[in-house]
C-alpha cells in the first residue's frame, strides 16, 4: 500500500486553465503539506493542514488554493495556470505538525504548463 | 531567520570509498535537523533525523550524521559509497517560530554521484 499517493503523476495543460492535484495518505497522520519543487530543484513549503486547519500558508499567489475535505486528503487547486506554475508538486505528510517526526512525501505531480 | 546551506551543488566519490555530504544551518533555539534522499522522478526519502541526545545519528542505508553544535553542522557520511546511493541529498531543519508548525526549511540540494 502506498503511504502517500498523488493523482495526477503527470499534468500537462494550458495557460489560464484551472486543474486540480489529489493527495491521500493512509498512514493516520494529522498534518498534511504541500510543496513546490522547481525547475533547480529547490524546495518550498507551501501550505499544510492539521486536522483539516490551515497553518501554514505561505507566499503564494492567491490563485493557489488548498483544500483538506478530511485528516486523509489534501487537494491543490490551481486557477488560471501560468507558465511559472510549471514545477513538481509533492504533497507530504507527519504524524502531528507539534511533534519532530519525520514527513513521508507522496511522488509528486510534475505540472507544465504551456 | 532560520536557514540551512549545503555548500556543495555536486559532490563525486568513488565507490567503496567515504563520503560526506555537508550542511550547515542557522536557527534560533534548538536545531532539529532532517536529511532526505530523492531519487531521480521520485518523492523525498527520510533518511534520518537529529532532535537531541547522541551526536552520532545512525539512519538507513547505512548513512549517519554529525550534529556538531559549535559548528552549527550536520554533515551526512557513508563510509562506503554505493553506485546506488547516486541521488539528490537534501538537508533540512525544523522552523522553531511561532505556531509549532512543523514546517521544514530545506538546504538547496546536493547531487551525490558515485563512480564505479
Known amino acids: 500500500d502506498t503511504a502517500v499517493s498523488q493523482t495526477p503523476k503527470y499534468l500537462v495543460t494550458q495557460m489560464g486553465n484551472d486543474k486540480s492535484i489529489k493527495c491521500e495518505q493512509n498512514?493516520?497522520?494529522?498534518?498534511m503539506y504541500w510543496y513546490k519543487q522547481d525547475s533547480k530543484k529547490f524546495l518550498k513549503i507551501m501550505f499544510s493542514y492539521n486536522n483539516k486547519e490551515l497553518i501554514i500558508n505561505e507566499t503564494v499567489p492567491n490563485r493557489f488554493s488548498p483544500k483538506s475535505p478530511d485528516k486523509a486528503h489534501l487537494n491543490l487547486h490551481i486557477n488560471s495556470l501560468e507558465l511559472g506554475d510549471s514545477a513538481v508538486y509533492f504533497c507530504?505528510?507527519?504524524?502531528?505538525?507539534?511533534?519532530?517526526?519525520?514527513?513521508?512525501f507522496g511522488p509528486g505531480t510534475r505540472l507544465t504548463v504551456l | 531567520a532560520q536557514s540551512v546551506a549545503q555548500p556543495e551543488d555536486q559532490v563525486n566519490v568513488a565507490e567503496g570509498n567515504p563520503l560526506t555530504v555537508k550542511c550547515t544551518y542557522s536557527?534560533?533555539?534548538?536545531?532539529?535537523l532532517f536529511w532526505y534522499v530523492q531519487y531521480p522522478n521520485r518523492g523525498l526519502q527520510f533518511l534520518l533525523k537529529y532532535i537531541t541526545g547522541d551526536n552520532l545519528v545512525k539512519g538507513s542505508y547505512g548513512f549517519e550524521a554529525e550534529f556538531n553544535k559549535s559548528q552549527t553542522s550536520f554533515h551526512l557520511k557513508k563510509p562506503s559509497a554505493l553506485v546506488s546511493d547516486s541521488a539528490l541529498y537534501f538537508c533540512a531543519v525544523r522552523d522553531n517560530g511561532p505556531g509549532n508548525t512543523g514546517k521544514l526549511i530545506f538546504g538547496q540540494g546536493t547531487t551525490l554521484q558515485v563512480k564505479p
Open positions: 507530504a505528510s507527519s504524524r502531528s505538525a507539534g511533534d519532530y517526526n519525520e514527513q513521508f
Open positions: 498512514l493516520g497522520h494529522d498534518t
Open positions: 536557527v534560533s533555539g534548538n536545531p532539529y
